[in-house]
């Protein structure tokens, strides 16, 4: 079966002076060491008196493994009646088994497991397994780093951020169209702009200044191609990043002009691709799905294109775009 991975990119949030962030597979595994169990990891934790039919969606680290990166199934349920076709292990166990038992929580409740996600962890970077919204991961890292992760540090650890990670070959496409002329930015209604950093109180402010917008079109040009490919950049991860807060995907565009004439959406540059994987009982299996999430790895840590450039380091930091 095919399945589709994109990569992001671990930022922090106001990271204090000195602040200087663990691999990300070492402290997602001394989280899954100090809550071992299902019932650790669930989030928001099931109260005694949850009723069957609440609609509220829980989350939890499954099935996991820890090698150079983690790797583990990231899952979603409903509380209710589990439909004949989804057999689940319990709860007070290391991990639920998503093909053989039934599962129960600790009131004896049975409970629908709704999505199953793979997540790989490693040095500065997530992958993650399209569907998965990366705000939810994002917000379920924090709360379990909140929990159950000893900040080596005499403050709590910084909350992280996952950011799009665009490929370099935009920087090729813009060498090759000889520059950006012109850089614009289309917003649709829905977004708070109210404040924030770089590009959002910029927009912010641009759009209060006439009362009644709901869309907003910025573009910055020069003629001589001499626009900043990482300016641009830095711009469509951070509105984009936005939008993905406000589940409205598809409402930011931002699109470069080549002095050339040709025109690339920066959407359509985000690094993410297709990884075949042996399936069983119509899941993908969980060792080959970690065995090509290696394969993958070890293939972004190698020199790329006529220029050699990598996407990562050996210990998975982000190379420069340009």
């Not at 060491?33 to 989350?59: F, I």
């Not at 709590?156 to 813009?174: A, F, G, M, N, Q």
């Amino acid at each position: 079966m095919n399945r589709t991975v994109s990569l992001k990119v671990i930022k922090y949030e106001n990271p204090p002076p000195g602040f200087i962030p663990n691999p990300i597979q070492y402290v997602i595994s001394s989280i899954l060491k100090n809550a071992p169990l299902v019932s650790d990891r669930l989030s928001p934790p099931l109260s005694p008196s949850a009723s069957p039919s609440s609609t509220n969606q829980h989350r939890f680290i499954n099935k996991n493994d820890t090698k150079d990166f983690v790797f583990f199934e990231f899952c979603g349920f409903n509380p209710g009646i589990t439909p004949s076709h989804i057999d689940l292990d319990h709860f007070p166990n290391p991990s639920v088994n998503i093909d053989t038992s039934p599962l129960f929580d600790t009131s004896n409740h049975p409970r629908i497991l709704t999505k199953t996600h793979h997540v790989c962890g490693f040095g500065e970077i997530l992958i993650i397994e399209s569907g998965l919204g990366p705000r939810i991961i994002e917000r379920y890292l924090n709360e379990m780093i909140l929990k159950y992760y000893k900040s080596p540090y005499p403050y709590p650890y910084p909350k992280l951020r996952l950011k799009d990670i665009i490929s370099k070959d935009i920087v090729l496409e813009v060498k090759k169209g000889g520059g950006i002329r012109e850089v614009k930015m289309g917003l649709t209604h829905g977004l708070d702009l109210s404040a924030g950093r770089r590009f959002q109180t910029l927009l912010g402010e641009t759009k209060s200044k006439i009362g009644g917008t709901q869309d907003l079109t910025i573009s910055w040009k020069n003629g001589k191609g001499q626009l900043s490919t990482s300016d641009a950049v830095e711009a469509y991860s951070e509105i984009s990043e936005l939008s993905e807060e406000e589940n409205d995907e598809g409402n930011v565009i931002i699109k470069l002009t080549l002095n050339n004439g040709s025109v690339f959406d920066l959407e359509n540059y985000k690094i993410r691709t297709s990884l075949i994987i042996d399936e069983e009982n119509g899941h993908p299996k969980f060792d080959s799905f970690q065995k090509t999430i290696e394969e993958y790895l070890n293939q972004l840590r190698k020199p790329q294109g006529n220029e050699g450039k990598r996407v990562l380091t050996d210990e998975g930091k982000l190379t420069p775009l340009e």
